[in-house]
């Protein structure tokens, strides 16, 4: 059999595999003397059990509940309830990293694409009960003119070593992310902010290559988030039809109401722009910062005022002398006008929405996905409360459980 004949074989195994639905994740527990922000409406209900089963929420409860044997008992001891955060734009390739996300709160995460399809092995392993989340809608190989090292991650990427320009070598690098069982695309607009050699507001590909790979993806079902700083590569992304743009520092007004006509999702990955100023970046990216930090903020801030859907993303890998996180993203959101039930939604059901996952995930409702947090505050009154997570159940898996702090006799 030839390695082509080959790659198309295991393609295909994976393709199956792929489609299997997640396997039901086990185990019985009652989440007591609980206080539930749905992630719906804008109060707190007090005194709550929520039961949960084989990974969903079986049942909510007020007042005294009774609880069978078969439930392990989780006193949340008046602590509040919420639902588990999204990252919808993260570079997670390891499981060390997967933790690290999972016990931050973040229960769903969307990459933003990784070196060699770590993702796809990352979400089998939590779809399969092997990890306990967060959950993966996994990116595989960014849609870029340079692939560079990542030409490794498939033999096939070696037809476009040289670079992904023209249509059939668009199209030949999104398929090749499908067969290899991705759930989404991601392609860039602009150059990067990161690198020192790069200008962040200089178009990189064309409305009409952008319109290649959205319908290249769209022919297999799959949405595309798209890179863009400059509001022309961001422009060129809302009119080929993109479903999120990524970062967009230098949207203008023009192009933030063409995706508010559109439906189009803006992420804005604020923390990780905000990370340049710190001493730990060369100088050019810290001058850098000074500038393009401001003008995203204003970008938010527009955003939020005429109704652009905003969704949460960290745009980072969770290593470990990096603290940005999504708890941080919402707090910045508060600090850019949105009121604390807005901000805490772009990060839950908004975020569940721009996945289209938002019919089983994102909420805190009887027969949905058993994503939850608990926090020692009020998220409503105190959106600092997010920065001290006491447990994590992700897929209806224990990830995190500090509490009780109590020793008994």
Request: hydrophobic share 45%.
């Amino acid at each position: 059999m030839s390695l082509t004949n080959v790659s198309q074989f295991l393609a295909a195994i994976l393709v199956l595999n792929l489609s299997m639905p997640a396997l039901a994740q086990g185990g019985a527990f009652a989440l007591t003397n609980a206080n539930l922000f749905d992630g719906v409406e804008n109060k707190i209900a007090y005194g709550i059990t929520v039961f949960v089963r084989d990974g969903l929420i079986e049942r909510i409860a007020t007042g005294d509940a009774a609880v069978a044997s078969d439930y392990e008992v989780i006193d949340a001891e008046g602590n509040f309830l919420m639902p588990g955060l999204f990252d919808v734009h993260t570079h997670i390739d390891s499981v060390d990293r997967a933790k690290q996300a999972v016990e931050s709160g973040v229960t769903t995460v969307r990459s933003a694409s990784v070196t060699a399809f770590q993702d796809v092995a990352l979400r089998e392993l939590v779809r399969r009960g092997k990890l306990p989340g967060p959950e993966f809608l996994a990116a595989g190989i960014y849609v870029t003119p340079n692939l560079s090292n990542t030409v490794l991650a498939d033999p096939r990427l070696v037809a476009l070593a040289d670079g992904v320009n023209s249509d059939d070598e668009l199209r030949l690098l999104v398929r090749i992310n499908v067969d290899r069982g991705v759930d989404v695309i991601k392609t860039r607009g602009t150059q990067r902010a990161g690198l020192p050699d790069t200008d962040p507001r200089q178009q990189v590909y064309t409305e009409r290559q952008l319109r290649v790979v959205v319908d290249e993806a769209a022919k297999h079902g799959l949405p595309v988030l798209v890179h863009a700083h400059g509001d022309e590569g961001a422009r060129a992304a809302v009119l080929a039809g993109a479903r999120s743009i990524e970062h967009g520092t230098y949207l203008s007004d023009e192009t933030l109401q063409l995706m508010k006509e559109r439906g189009t999702w803006f992420v804005p990955t604020y923390v990780t722009m905000d990370a340049m100023n710190e001493e730990r970046y060369d100088y050019v990216l810290r001058l850098r910062g000074k500038h393009m930090v401001p003008q995203l903020e204003r970008a938010i801030r527009e955003a939020y005022r005429i109704g652009v859907r905003i969704a949460t993303g960290a745009d980072h890998y969770y290593e470990e002398d990096a603290i940005n996180r999504i708890s941080i993203e919402i707090e910045r959101f508060v600090a850019f006008g949105m009121s604390n039930f807005d901000a805490l939604q772009t990060a839950t059901v908004n975020s569940a929405e721009l996945l289209q996952i938002d019919d089983r995930t994102g909420r805190i409702a009887e027969g949905f996905e058993a994503d939850l947090i608990l926090i020692p505050g009020n998220p409503l009154t105190n959106i600092e409360a997010l920065q001290d997570v006491l447990l994590v159940m992700s897929n209806g898996q224990l990830a995190l459980k500090r509490i009780p702090f109590a020793v008994s006799d």
